[in-house]
């Protein structure tokens, strides 16, 4: 069973509207969680990373929250522009040395 | 730049043929990563390396072969055991964390692997 699990697998968005994804897991012991966007065909580009004590993270447009408590993360676009169209991945970091857990992604399409 | 370059971007491969990936970084990382993903699925880990000469099996390592000759080059090889290989690979390396804590992943531009 996949230890991280990502919500929605897909959505579509007008420009400039926000949109908020979801990513839970069960990951243990915990380190830290990032979040990733891929572009159709590239390589993932990390967007932030938050570790155990951090609550909110943000990078321009894109904010991260963290809940160790209940293990949930989001992650929210504000005022989204064509170029957030891409698929964004939770990649979350724990257990043994070298083992990242990842979601499968929530593919976003931002609509003119 | 420093990054992580990866070729080549398409290939293609007849059956009962092996083919090789190619994946060089000069940012200095002691670790490096084989990744497959596939539509609809999470990335899962081929073949990873925390130092030269030495590498470890993934979660799907059947099928593929690794080398760790240098610290900059960690090459995938597709054997035609590989029974699915059309995929999208993509390698990665990290900062070996000695305090046990990992290094962000940095990402290649991966590679489209289509079997004819």
């Known amino acids: 069973k996949n230890q991280v699990e990502q919500s929605p697998q897909s959505l579509i968005i007008l420009e400039g509207k926000n949109c908020t994804l979801q990513?839970?897991?069960?990951?243990?012991?915990?380190?830290?969680l990032r979040w990733y966007k891929q572009d159709t065909g590239r390589g993932p580009v990390s967007l932030t990373i938050m570790t155990f004590s951090e609550n909110t993270k943000s990078n321009g447009r894109y904010t991260a929250t963290l809940d160790a408590d209940t293990k949930q993360s989001s992650l929210h676009i504000t005022a989204s522009q064509l170029s957030d169209s891409a698929s964004y991945i939770c990649v979350v970091t724990g257990g043994s040395w070298g083992k990242f857990q990842f979601g499968a992604g929530t593919q976003v399409v931002v609509t003119p | 730049d420093g990054g992580i370059t990866q070729s080549p971007k398409y290939l293609f491969r007849k059956e009962g043929q092996n083919v090789t990936l190619s994946c060089e970084q000069n940012l200095n990382h002691d670790a490096m990563y084989w990744y497959r993903q596939d539509p609809g699925q999470g990335l899962r880990l081929i073949y990873y390396?925390?130092?030269?000469?030495?590498?470890q099996k993934g979660d799907i390592a059947e099928g593929y072969s690794v080398s760790r000759e240098k610290k900059e080059s960690f090459p995938l090889t597709v054997t035609s055991a590989q029974k699915n290989p059309t995929a999208f690979y993509l390698c990665a390396s990290s900062i070996h964390g000695t305090s046990g804590r990992v290094g962000e992943l940095f990402f290649g531009e991966g590679s489209r692997l289509t079997v004819l």
């Open positions: 990513c839970n897991y069960t990951v243990s012991p915990f380190s830290n």
């Open positions: 390396s925390q130092i030269v000469n030495d590498f």
